[in-house]
């Protein structure tokens, strides 16, 4: 999965930034893909300053979007942004950049761009809007068709001036979980069948799926359980192994606890007091959940991992 994050940043004057993208040649929110290894938070300040010349602060996130274009699936991080100085400045990937009213946005713009810019102007706290994006047909003949021309075309202008050539993001693997609370504010962990240890309901994503549909596929898989999103508590990433991971609070809406292949028990635990054979990093993402109040905690997790620490040599979630 290839993933990048936009920056929503409106002026005192209620005006937003905007910038005209130099392949495409339509409007849009400043923003791009993630360096290998970025947190987000880090990624859409880079994105930001670097296409517009405004130094911004991520102030929270308030989208998840995925969309696919063939055997490729694409998922961007949309944040609020707060203004911390520079001055407008054009770049090589943003010719023209200005403040504009929300009320008479230029055109042409994308419709997945301009769907992010409207959910994020009318966001006002509480949890991230997350949901699928479509390709217009336009905009899958420009990605098919003329985008491969555009990038060969500037690829050459790179190497006339001795530049590098342009080197396409790194794709990320994507696992999600979910924090499950009952009525005593206890949360619900999985006991695993291959070894001795206890994690929260979840796992890596199949190809094309958002974190969203992992998060309730692995739960259903684990546990019986059906579940409703009600939060993204944590977003987690691993940067030697360019891996992100999504913790989102949940609530049960059916089924029932049934073990199988991959769970052998289950048990609720209250926070902080979780068994000995518990991995730490699940532990680390229970305490963003419950103590957040509704906010997106984003972390570096980069440490042994549960069964690493128990002398496994195995990776984990």
């Not at 920056?7 to 130099?22: C, S, T």
């Not at 050459?156 to 005593?184: H, K």
């Amino acid at each position: 999965m290839f993933i990048g994050a936009n920056g929503i940043v409106v002026d005192n004057k209620g005006r937003v930034l905007l910038i005209l993208r130099d392949d495409t040649r339509t409007w849009a929110i400043p923003g791009g893909a993630l360096e290998a290894g970025e947190l987000p938070t880090d990624g859409v300040a880079r994105e930001v300053e670097e296409e517009t010349g405004i130094s911004v602060v991520p102030a929270r996130l308030v989208g998840l979007y995925h969309w696919n274009d063939r055997a490729e699936d694409f998922l961007v991080l949309a944040f609020r942004c707060l203004i911390e100085g520079g001055t407008i400045t054009r770049s090589e990937e943003s010719p023209s950049v200005a403040f504009t009213q929300t009320d008479s946005l230029p055109r042409p713009m994308i419709g997945l761009h301009k769907e992010r810019l409207e959910r994020g102007l009318v966001h006002v706290g509480g949890a991230p809007y997350w949901g699928e994006q479509s390709l217009s047909r336009t905009m899958i003949v420009w990605r098919r068709l003329v985008g491969p021309l555009v990038y060969r075309s500037k690829d050459f202008r790179r190497r006339m001036r001795g530049e590098t050539p342009f080197q396409p993001p790194l794709p990320w693997s994507v696992g999600a979980f979910v924090v499950i609370q009952n009525e005593m504010g206890d949360i619900l962990w999985v006991k695993r069948t291959d070894y001795d240890l206890w994690n929260l309901p979840g796992g890596g994503n199949e190809p094309g799926e958002a974190p969203w549909a992992t998060a309730i596929r692995e739960t259903r898989e684990e546990s019986g359980l059906d579940v409703d999103l009600t939060g993204c508590s944590g977003i987690y990433v691993k940067p030697k192994r360019n891996q992100m991971v999504f913790t989102f609070t949940a609530r049960i809406v059916g089924g029932k606890l049934t073990t199988g292949d991959e769970a052998a028990a289950f048990a609720y635990f209250s926070p902080g007091n979780e068994p000995d054979n518990t991995l730490p990093k699940h532990i680390d993402r229970v305490t963003d959940a419950v103590s957040l109040q509704g906010a997106t905690q984003f972390r570096i997790q980069d440490g042994p991992s549960g069964l690493e620490v128990l002398g496994i040599n195995h990776a984990a979630g």
